[in-house]
Nanobody, 124 residues
Framework: VQLVESGGGLVHAGDSLRLSCVAA???????VAWFRQAPGKERAFVAA????????YYADSVKGRFIISRENTTNTVYLQMNGLEPEDTAMYYC???????????????????WGQGTQVTVSS
């Protein structure tokens, strides 16, 4: 599995940004997720979905502002981030769990493969 993120940058509070993650080698039984890690903090769950589609899952802090989606033809997973806040500043990582289970979709340790990360900085 290979994951390559892009789309991070420096934006102002209230702006929108879309992150992309091009994935290769992912199985239909997989789950794909976005996590983020701010300086001095643990890596935290942001959003997840099944590679085959269906339900989406979000952290409470981003619910209603962020949307996870997948483009079938390019195997790209997106994280559309709207209404960005300074608290959203972090390194954002794309991750894949090849043998995902519904009970562990939001668990960092369940994910086997990680991208290199893309930095998002939101100024106030």
């Amino acid at each position: 599995v290979q994951l390559v993120e892009s789309g991070g940058g420096l934006v102002h509070a209230g702006d929108s940004l879309r992150l992309s993650c091009v994935a290769a080698g992912v199985l239909r039984t997989s789950a794909v997720a976005w996590f983020r890690q701010a300086p001095g903090k643990e890596r935290a769950f942001v959003a997840a979905m099944w590679w085959s589609g269906g339900n989406r899952y979000y952290a409470d802090s981003v619910k209603g502002r962020f949307i996870i989606s997948r483009e079938n033809t390019t195997n790209t997973v997106y994280l559309q981030m709207n209404g960005l806040e300074p608290e959203d500043t972090a390194m954002y990582y794309c991750a894949v769990d090849l043998a995902a289970h519904p009970n562990t979709l939001t668990h960092r340790r369940s994910y086997n493969y990680w991208g290199q990360g893309t930095q998002v900085t939101v100024s106030s």
